[in-house]
């Protein structure tokens, strides 16, 4: 609830008395891709003259949503925020602000503050208000504390993939072509990649390989195509293609990393395990 504090200082400018206004998650249902991902919701008030102060708590999920940052709503940008904590390990934040010598006038619904929240796990987060108070005015000028009535909200994000695992098998990572002559016109290089399933059951892999040149520095990378590896299926060869970021000769050192997801979409994906390898450009 708002501190006593608060209420003696707001400016007591005469209005029409309203009642039970409506405190709100917008948009009720949020729809996000699964981590890493942010989503932002605002918590708005219906109709209610002569806001001057509020404060209100969100319960939500820790294993699907962390808090990135709490802020205002344009109409109250000008307040001054005297609650803004986060218990992450319970999943509860509160935030309050007051408008001391100024006012509100919400005619239809108007945004009270906005929370923006980092996607840190799969599947669905309720958004669940509570201990909400708005301080308005009456119509004598008094300072009066209204309990608004609650809406609710919910984050909804796509259910984990299934386990997987794989790793680099064979001869792991390795170029099409250790030595190549750019004067011939060979300015094309292909990287390819031995992997295999190693959990019984269908995974979806790609390889990222990062090409760091050992005499100039530039870093460029290529990737394979996302690559289904069913259950128990033996060694797969994958690759990508990568050009010469320029015709100066130069040792070239080359990083392949293997992320694993479950689903096709490569949701969750996880870094699994790299490998490395060089090859030279000559003219």
Known sequence: MIMPILLAALTAVPIHA???????????????????????????????????????????????????S????????SAFIFDSSVNEGAGFLTFGAALPGSTVDITTSDILASVTF?????????????????????????????TPMLANGVVQGPAPPPPSAAAFKHFKTRPDIRQMNYTLGVTTNTFFADVAETLGSDAYVVVVFTVVGGNSGSVTSTRSAVTHLTASQEIKTISASWTVPSPMPDRYFVSGRLFVSGASDMRGAQLIGGDTFQFHVTN
């Open 118 to 146: 980092n996607v840190i796990g799969f599947g669905n987060s309720p958004l669940t208000l509570s201990d909400a108070s708005i301080v308005a005015l009456d119509s004598n000028g008094s300072p009066v504390t209204i």
């Open 70 to 77: 709490m802020n205002t709503g344009p109409s109250f940008s």
């Open 18 to 68: 309203q009642s039970d206004p409506t405190l709100f998650i917008d948009p009720a249902t949020s729809n996000e891709g699964g981590p890493p991902a942010m989503v932002s919701v605002n918590v708005d008030l219906t109709a209610q003259s002569g806001v001057q102060a509020y404060d209100f708590a969100i319960t939500y999920d820790n294993s699907v949503l962390s808090v990135a």
